[in-house]
């Protein structure tokens, strides 16, 4: 009987406050779903077996894995003070009243395991179904045909479980262990807000010159990271996350209080009272701030890097390969299908192999001279055109090795040499035909070449997954690799930022009953419900509005490691639009928390 009536408080009290747990409970389901999706991709031995050539995303997706499992653990360590002091008074009621801690703690426990198991089935389904349209849009991006591949598996499902259960049971043995051990007036105080302790001017200004250095060291350390390798990297993560705190602890509090010495703005509106507020309570956010800064720049970062990987999958493509696709002996149907193809380049060569060597006959090098790139390290290569036979004759051996790797599998035969047109005709052996071809644009025609492709890998027993000439074979690999990074990119980004914000929506919701008061004295003292609802979306748009700009800098800055270590080619480039699409997503939270604050603290 007691067990049941413990069990109904704890649904009764889910119910009650079911608009303040759905924005857990949406954080969440999240989160959940893209674990299982990174789960289901990567955790999956039949289709993997199948699929050997995506090694590379498997890798990608278990670290994704780990990422986001590391971000969910610090957001649930958040979101657990927020049911905490959402229903701190409640239990103190609960043990004014004669209740034992012990069923007390019971209740919590059961509140806090109910929340999580509704989430982790509800992400679970999301999961299932965000699966199939991602991997959906994965094999239209990678150009694949997946074998034994289906969204529902039961590894992922159980990882996925013992993952997020495991978080849960700790969360709430702690919740309960914290209520055991904390006094009542304590409990019933929970939402006070502390007073804000005066700042030495001197130690201030000291932590602002501290915070801005902090920063300069972290950027610059980005900055030269093909220099520093992983010392820049431990460098940057110490210096950004304390400068950072000391940003928000410091140059924004003199920001605000600097507005409130200037009348011309200070006395218009509220603006007086809202400078207040944020004066009031900005001490009490810092470190929240600071951290959702930090995890604003990994989630904007995340996209815009994901984004910056699936515009380089061409560049990259063109800067390794010659030529943008290559036939051995094209038959005459093969023939016809290339002339159906924008071309702007075409080199035929003929070559004998005898007693088990290849011979090229020169003449056809000085007649249609060699393209050939050699990357330099960057994605600008330096291109040698027109290498003619006789250029090839002074450095022979390089050149026959170079044209070695365009004949597939070579185990068996080995480079001959070079042979004028007489030498050629006399000499036994079958003869070959090599053509090679340069598209007008290769990403507008690779579906087209696709077949003609993978018809001579065939003929010329050539192995996909290995070093090859053929430009499409190169695009296969690297669009692999790199799409695989985009849909983690894009996707970490998602639930960091569903994270970050639901975060700071805990925080401002928390402390609406307390600040419920303040409003309505507000109102019995002549305050136009407009101007307070006014003063609400600039506190909160502030509030919303300070971590954002910093970590924007922090993207800003930190593109630069990816420039300097040519992991990106041209990293800013459109950076408008990645950024922009976040902000969007940011501003919504921002409009859902505004309008729920109002609703609770402007009620009748």
Not at 36 to 57: E, G, V, W
Not at 90 to 106: N, V
Not at 225 to 251: E, P, R, W
Not at 329 to 358: F, G, M, W
Request: with cysteine; aromatic share 12%.
């Amino acid at each position: 009987m007691v067990k049941k009536m413990t069990l109904k408080l704890a649904l009764s009290g889910l119910k009650n406050h079911l608009k303040d747990y759905f924005i857990l409970f949406s954080g969440l389901t999240i989160s959940a779903a893209i674990f299982y999706m990174f789960q289901t991709l990567a955790a999956n031995p039949l289709f993997l077996k199948s699929n050997t050539y995506l090694s590379s995303i498997v890798v990608i997706f278990n670290l994704g894995t780990f990422l986001l499992a590391i971000i969910t653990f610090a957001y649930l360590n958040y979101a657990n003070n927020f049911l905490i002091s959402l229903r701190s008074r409640i239990y103190a009621m609960y043990l004014m009243l004669g209740a034992k801690s012990r069923k007390i703690a019971q209740l919590i426990f059961l509140e806090t395991i109910v929340i999580g198991f509704l989430a982790i089935l509800t992400g679970i389904v999301c999961g299932i179904i965000l699966t199939q349209l991602i991997s959906r849009l994965l094999i239209k991006q990678l150009d694949l045909s997946l074998i034994h591949y289906s969204p529902w598996n039961n590894q992922a499902i159980l990882v996925t479980l013992i993952f997020f259960l495991f978080i849960f049971v700790f969360f709430a043995l702690k919740n309960a262990r914290k209520l055991v051990y904390t006094p009542i007036l304590k409990l019933l105080n929970q939402e006070k807000t502390p007073v804000r302790a005066h700042k030495n001017p001197l130690l201030w200004g000291g932590e602002i010159i501290a915070g801005i250095v902090l920063l300069a060291i972290g950027y610059w350390a980005l900055a030269h990271l093909d220099k520093l390798n992983v010392n820049g990297i431990f460098m940057a993560i110490i210096t950004i996350v304390s400068g950072s705190y000391f940003v928000f602890d410091s140059l924004f509090l003199a920001i605000i209080q600097s507005l409130q010495h200037r009348p011309n703005f200070a006395l218009k509106r509220l603006h007086s009272f809202t400078l207040g507020q944020l004066n009031f309570r900005l001490r009490d956010l810092t470190k929240l701030l600071a951290m959702i800064s930090i995890m604003f720049a990994l989630a904007l970062g995340a996209i815009t890097v994901g984004i910056g990987f699936h515009r380089d999958i061409a560049t990259i493509t063109n800067v390794c390969s010659d030529y943008d696709f290559i036939l051995h002996d094209p038959s005459t149907r093969e023939l016809d299908q290339v002339n159906n193809l924008k071309l702007t380049d075409t080199s035929v060569y003929h070559y004998k192999i005898a007693s088990n060597k290849v011979y090229w006959l020169v003449d056809d090098f000085n007649l249609k001279p060699f393209n050939h790139v050699i990357p330099n390290g960057s994605f600008n290569p330096i291109k040698y055109s027109h290498v003619t036979g006789k250029q090839m004759l002074k450095d022979k051996n390089q050149w026959l090795s170079i044209l070695q790797s365009y004949l597939g599998d070579t185990s068996t035969i080995l480079p001959g040499g070079f042979l004028s047109k007489k030498e050629f005709e006399t000499k036994t052996g079958k003869e070959h035909i090599i053509n090679l071809y340069v598209l007008k644009n290769f990403m507008a025609e690779k579906n087209q070449i696709k077949p003609l492709v993978l018809a001579d890998n065939k003929k010329i027993k050539l192995d996909v997954n290995r070093d090859s000439t053929q430009k499409y074979n190169m695009f296969f690999v690297i669009n692999g690799m790199l799409s695989g990074f985009e849909f983690m990119g894009l996707f970490l980004g998602i639930a960091f930022l569903a994270m970050l914000a639901s975060c700071l929506m805990f925080k401002i919701l928390s402390g609406a009953n307390n600040d419920m008061h303040r409003y309505q004295i507000l109102k019995q003292i002549g305050a136009r419900h407009q101007l307070l609802e006014y003063s609400i979306a600039q506190e909160i748009g502030t509030i919303f509005l300070l971590p954002a700009l910093l970590g924007v800098v922090h993207v800003l800055f930190g593109l630069q490691m990816f420039k300097v270590t040519n992991l990106i080619y041209e990293p800013y480039k459109n950076l408008i639009i990645p950024i922009g699409i976040f902000l969007v997503l940011y501003a919504f939270y921002y409009l859902v928390t505004d309008f729920i604050y109002q609703k609770k603290v402007l009620r009748k």
